[in-house]
């Protein structure tokens, strides 16, 4: 791959839910552009993936050792709502009405793609939760599909032994199948204030 729009193509191809043809679309729009345009893109992707770390607390983007919501005294330290991605966690952000911490999986227990409990941030919330006795509840809000159901039940067997934490999930109003970060937010806001405690 000599050639700079192949190179381009192949990356671009590599992102989620891009394929070959939307992958040549992209690398074409971006060749229609003024020069600056595509300066100014590398430049942005450049300083994303130099600059932005994982809060070494929760596991969410970051541009110092904790993130913003981590070191805010104003959150309520003695709750934890665990979900899989940041996507998810900046849907419930949008909804204004959690005021918990955070704690990001970065994905979902799924065997057939050989994603098992050690690819997850899984270890690093048990960890957490033996350094902070004070924390009293977590709110297990994994996606209501096959996988995030599993990961919920995975994790509120783990759970058990922390007999003074207050295990939930959200209730129902995310649809089965359906993903938190596409939900509106009074979706989200009802789902959390309905959520259950695992039994």
Same mark, same amino acid.
Do not use: W
């Given at each position: 791959?000599?050639?700079?729009?192949?190179?381009?193509?192949?990356?671009?191809?590599?992102?989620?839910?891009?394929?070959?043809?939307?992958?040549?679309?992209?690398?074409?729009?971006?060749?229609?552009?003024?020069? +600056?345009?595509?300066?100014?893109?590398?430049?942005?992707?450049?300083?994303?993936?130099?600059?932005?770390?994982?809060?070494?607390?929760?596991?969410?983007?970051?541009?110092?050792?904790?993130?913003?919501?981590?070191?805010?005294?104003?959150?309520?330290?003695?709750?934890?709502?665990?979900?899989? +991605? !940041?996507? +998810?966690?900046?849907? !419930?952000?949008?909804?204004?009405?959690?005021?918990?911490?955070?704690?990001?999986?970065?994905?979902?227990?799924?065997? !057939?793609?050989?994603?098992?409990?050690?690819?997850?941030?899984?270890?690093?919330?048990?960890?957490?939760?033996?350094?902070?006795?004070?924390?009293?509840?977590?709110? !297990?809000?994994?996606?209501?599909?096959?996988?995030?159901?599993?990961?919920?039940?995975?994790?509120?067997?783990?759970?058990?032994?922390? +007999?003074?934490?207050?295990?939930?999930?959200?209730?129902?109003?995310?649809?089965?199948?359906?993903?938190?970060?596409?939900?509106?937010?009074?979706?989200?806001?009802?789902?959390?204030?309905?959520?259950?405690?695992?039994?």
């Amino acid at each position: 791959m000599s050639n700079p729009i192949e190179k381009l193509v192949h990356e671009l191809s590599k992102l989620p839910s891009v394929g070959e043809k939307t992958a040549l679309r992209l690398a074409l729009h971006i060749l229609r552009q003024p020069i +600056d345009y595509g300066r100014a893109l590398a430049k942005a992707v450049n300083e994303t993936v130099e600059q932005i770390c994982f809060c070494e607390n929760c596991y969410n983007l970051s541009l110092e050792k904790l993130c913003k919501i981590c070191c805010k005294p104003s959150r309520v330290q003695e709750m934890i709502c665990v979900v899989e +991605d !940041i996507a +998810d966690l900046l849907a !419930i952000e949008r909804t204004h009405h959690f005021s918990g911490q955070y704690h990001v999986l970065h994905g979902a227990l799924s065997p !057939i793609d050989g994603i098992g409990p050690e690819e997850l941030k899984i270890k690093e919330l048990l960890v957490r939760l033996q350094k902070h006795p004070e924390i009293q509840e977590i709110i !297990i809000a994994t996606n209501p599909n096959v996988n995030g159901e599993a990961t919920a039940l995975y994790l509120s067997k783990l759970l058990k032994p922390f +007999d003074h934490i207050k295990v939930t999930k959200l209730a129902s109003g995310i649809p089965v199948g359906g993903h938190i970060e596409y939900l509106d937010p009074n979706t989200i806001t009802q789902a959390l204030e309905r959520r259950l405690e695992f039994v």
